[in-house]
């Protein structure tokens, strides 16, 4: 087991409202658990808010915080934990103490959303990182510069993002490991219950029920070909190929385990980044079909229609 110094590392958690609950939680208590596995407290952690008032997660319950954004104490990684929204009273502030935390040497984390605040900071620049998946069309088209990939986490020298939810405690998890060990690290998983422990390398879910666990390694890889490549739509041989598989085969492989064929399944993949592109961004409903594969606006808002059973203005006029 490794060995590190007895004095232990400081977490700071940066709380937004309606920041997401499960997300800090399931961080918090994997570092607590492991506190309990190597029998000291070597992890601590507080609260922070922007103006050091008690915060609203999405659940709606409050949060005590410790401090405001301009007095954060010692920490060895500044998280930012964001949920339901990006704009909020005092964003100007919380940015301005981000840049000023990195331009004092401070690592900064992202949980759930929380990435998307670190780059409209200009602190993702030249970095690796990863969101949730309902939010990085979003966040592609806002900083299209920077690699946001569809790992549960990244970690890229001082910057460590996750998706949130269960991939806070992989996160949490990677960073035991290279304190304790991985003994350490399984410890704590198997105390959650936690089945196996993600790496970078694992994937989100691509989309609403996209879950591929147990089957085809080449469905997964021609879904996850989809999922890279919906501006521009690989054909049908194009994506066979890609899996060492024949047009048929690719067919019968869609059939059998997603009740669908490949032209539909990517239609579908297509049609629900457009939807998340609608809800949160600002880009016309041209450029969302564009942006998707679609070269005729009435086409995309047939097709549009036909899955979610309203036009895609309707959807820009919905607020969620």
Not at 120 to 126: H, P, Q, R, S, T
Not at 232 to 257: D, M, T, Y
Request: with cysteine; hydrophobic share 40%.
């Amino acid at each position: 087991m490794n060995e590190p110094a007895q004095a232990g590392r400081h977490f700071a958690f940066l709380l937004v409202d309606k920041f997401s609950m499960f997300s800090l939680a399931a961080a918090i208590d994997t570092v607590r658990s492991a506190n309990r596995a190597i029998g000291y407290d070597y992890y601590s952690w507080t609260t922070v808010s922007v103006d050091g008032e008690a915060v609203m997660a999405s659940n709606g319950l409050p949060i005590k915080i410790d401090y405001s954004v301009t007095d954060i104490q010692r920490a060895d990684i500044l998280f930012v934990c964001v949920g339901l929204t990006t704009e909020f009273p005092g964003k100007s502030k919380l940015l301005g103490a981000l840049r000023s935390w990195s331009r004092r040497g401070g690592a900064l984390g992202g949980l759930s959303v929380g990435a998307h605040l670190i780059a409209e900071a200009g602190l993702l620049d030249g970095y690796r990182c990863t969101i949730h998946w309902e939010n990085r069309a979003g966040f592609k088209e806002h900083f299209p510069d920077i690699e946001c990939t569809g790992g549960v986490y990244e970690i890229d020298r001082k910057r460590y993002t996750c998706a949130g939810g269960t991939t806070s405690i992989d996160l949490m998890l990677e960073i035991v490991r290279a304190d304790f060990g991985a003994g350490i690290a399984n410890e704590v998983a198997n105390q959650f219950q936690h089945e196996r422990i993600r790496t970078a390398s694992d994937r989100q879910r691509i989309g609403p029920e996209r879950d591929l666990t147990g089957k085809s390694d080449k469905l997964r890889r021609i879904v996850e070909l989809m999922a890279d490549n919906l501006d521009e739509p690989l054909s049908a041989g194009q994506l066979a190929k890609s899996a060492g598989l024949s047009v048929r085969q690719v067919e019968r492989l869609f059939l059998r385990h997603l009740n669908m064929t490949p032209g539909r399944y990517y239609m579908r993949l297509r049609l629900e980044r457009a939807r998340e592109l609608l809800r949160q961004t600002n880009m016309p409903i041209l450029d969302v079909a564009i942006a998707t594969g679609f070269t005729s606006h009435s086409y995309f808002a047939q097709s549009y229609r036909l899955q979610f059973g309203r036009p895609p203005s309707e959807e820009r006029r919905t607020t969620y």
